[in-house]
């Protein structure tokens, strides 16, 4: 199941009311492949980006919840790997179980909270992959109109305790388990490449990390940060790929 999500004129107006310093969502091109972001509700990792997408792994403490916050100038996805969560926006709330995902247009204020007793692992993808576009409406941990974490709250990543696609000999065609998903990196070269694939591997949801896909009639069905579920994906007979194609693949591990 994937949901798409879209900002609201009470986005709008809830965006302008917020002060925060413009310097704070510069990008400041810093290479985060290397290290693991503290979090009061947990912690999060780059597992991987290109020049327009990047993929992180998220860990929500039981009972812990992210801020209300919005990216004015990115789309993301949220996609569940273990656990349970409810993401409410200012117009509604969602409920999210093993393999669900959210598709966030830029600008919608939304917030995760753990439901399940173990905790949440999550996927977040960030297109384009400028971190620190990002404002705070509310936060229980006192983070409003603030920016995003600076290096203090910054640990080396250990590559034996956080598995990561940052490897670049180790990318692509391997299968690795995050929680109760596993996600696998692939490049589609052409339309059968990509139809074929997926029959056999029947992802739950692919996510485009760099190109298009269009229909037979060229009208685009995926763009770059987009994601789709599988049940979606085979209702079109004809995909074709752009050819710098790139997407990541999840299903479930049973």
């Known amino acids: ?23 704070y969502l510069l990008d400041n091109f810093f ?4 290290v693991v972001i503290r979090k009061p509700w947990g912690y999060e990792y ?20 992210t801020s209300m916050h919005a990216h004015p100038n990115k789309k993301t996805s ?37 439901t399940s007793n173990n905790g949440l692992l999550v996927i977040e993808t960030e297109t384009p992959t400028n971190k620190r576009d990002l404002i705070r409406f509310s936060d229980k941990y006192g983070r409003r109109g603030r920016g995003y974490e600076d290096e203090k ?10 598995q990561s696609f ?23 070269s052409d339309s059968n490449h990509l139809i074929n694939h997926t029959k ?29 579920s599988f049940g979606d994906l085979k209702k079109h007979h004809s995909l074709n790929p752009s050819a710098e194609n790139e997407s990541l693949l999840i299903k479930k591990a049973v």
């Open 31 to 34: 290479d985060y492949s290397n």
């Open 166 to 188: 940052n490897n670049s000999k180790k990318r692509y065609g391997v299968e690795k388990q995050f929680g109760d998903c596993i996600l696998s990196l692939v490049k589609f």
């Open 153 to 162: 709250f910054y640990s080396k990543l250990d590559n034996k305790l956080y």
């Open 1 to 23: 199941m994937v949901k798409k999500i879209d900002q609201t004129d009470e986005d709008i107006r809830q965006m302008s009311s917020i002060k925060i310093n413009p310097d």
């Open 78 to 114: 949220i996609i569940i790997l273990s656990g349970e969560a409810r993401v409410e926006t200012l117009s509604g709330n969602h409920k999210l179980n093993l393999c669900h995902g959210l598709l966030i247009n830029k600008g919608v204020f939304h917030s995760t909270t753990v």
């Open 200 to 228: 056999q591997s029947k992802p739950d949801i692919l996510v485009l990390l760099t190109g298009n896909i269009t229909d037979g009639s060229q009208t685009c069905l995926l763009d770059t940060g987009d994601i789709i």
């Open 46 to 65: 780059l597992i991987y980006s290109n020049n327009q997408t990047a993929v992180w792994l998220l860990y929500l403490k039981p009972n812990f919840q």
